[in-house]
């Protein structure tokens, strides 16, 4: 149901395309049939009118003849079961009716004097007699209102039929549509179908544009990947022989701080090219997830204690566990560690000496799976970069320095970890600092 109490039906009815053309159709068609109707019924009720009046005065004079002066109530009778009239005298002998008197005035008793007798054919015997006739309410009424009905279903089933036509039309522009979402969420198999293939329209000429363009980008991205994937594992060959040949530096006060800061680096690149492989490992739609018993907790405990003996003078996380969280969920416990590491080390960067400590929470979600928030007191970022802080290789600052950031591939591999498991990551402003929030759907691990 929608906001308002109305079904999500009625929203994508009122939104949609088809349906809209349909209902013009059908307005097109009901002022064109009324406009017609109209004038054709005016013209041909003013000629027949005026054809028709003199014969049914001229019949009505008959049936009052036969009636009789003064009036005989057998024949008005028998007059009234054998015809569709209704019979009524009024007079100083006689007062007799054969029915009701008609509620609407009749076709053919137009131009009959004034008020009621512009509803009936209206005539005066020579014994004073009041002599009306009318037809009868049922023989008035029910051709009309079942030619209404007849009307109202014929215009519901081309109604129908409009719309099958019209969803048959525009069919491709749906098939478009969910091929082009399927395209930006990275799936580019299968391709969009194209209709009318030996005979292509606008619509066909659309789809096949579009699934060449997905083809392009497709190339594009594997042309990166690969280059990528190339380039990170050409250099952990030079990258191991550099680390071990600084290590066999002599360990002596006058070359300590430039061996030290030299495998600092080295280590830094290692760090980098492990991240971009893990990215476009992850990145790939084939990922495959190591699931396993993981618990989460004790996980993130581990990790925290290492970050502590690797960073003495880091400030101390604090850790924040909801009691219901179950010990044992079936998740990838490598990708959920680099997933810590990664919003741990983000929130260490950005927290000020002086301010409180970045807290760790965890908890359970509905349905099975665990909520991560990550949580600093830094200054936060700017709201219009909100969005962006989850791309790779982004950074707030221009600098692109390394004391105040990574080179942007920490929260890009955060949102890759939950993707991969089927959840999602959220950033927001917690005014001071940054709030991440992870959430990985799974079911809990059963026990054996």
Known sequence: ??????????????????????????????????????????????????????????????????????????????????????????????????????RHRPPWAQGEGEGAERRAVVRQTADGHRITLSLRARAEHDEPRRTVWITLAALLALTA?????????????????AGVRRFGAGQFEPPIDVPHARHPDELSELARSVNQMAADIRQMLDAKRGLLLAISHELRSPLTRARLNAELLPDDAATEPTRAALLRDLALMRELIADLLESERLASPHAALQREPTDVAALARELLASVAAAHPAAPAVALHVDAGLPPALRLDAGRVRLLLRNLLDNALRHSPGDAAPPALHLGPMPGGGVAIEVRDHGPGVLPEQLAHLSEPFYRTDSARQRGTGGVGLGLYLVRLVAQAHGGAMSVRNASPGLAIRVDLPTEPAVSK
């Open 1 to 102: 149901m929608s906001a308002g109490g109305r079904p999500g039906w009625w929203r994508r009815a009122r939104h949609s395309l088809r349906v809209r053309l349909v209902l013009l159709f059908v307005l097109l068609a009901l002022a064109m049939s009324a406009a017609f109707l109209g004038g054709i019924g005016r013209a041909f009720s003013v000629g027949w009118r005026a054809a028709v009046d003199p014969l049914v005065g001229d019949y009505a004079d008959r049936l009052v003849a036969d009636i009789g002066s003064p009036p005989r109530i057998d024949r008005a009778r028998a007059l009234a079961e054998q015809l569709p009239v209704v019979i009524r005298i009024e007079g100083p002998q006689v007062n007799w009716a054969s029915g009701p008197a008609p």
């Open 161 to 177: 039929l409009a719309y099958a036509a019209v969803h048959r039309m525009l069919r491709p522009i749906h098939d478009i549509g």
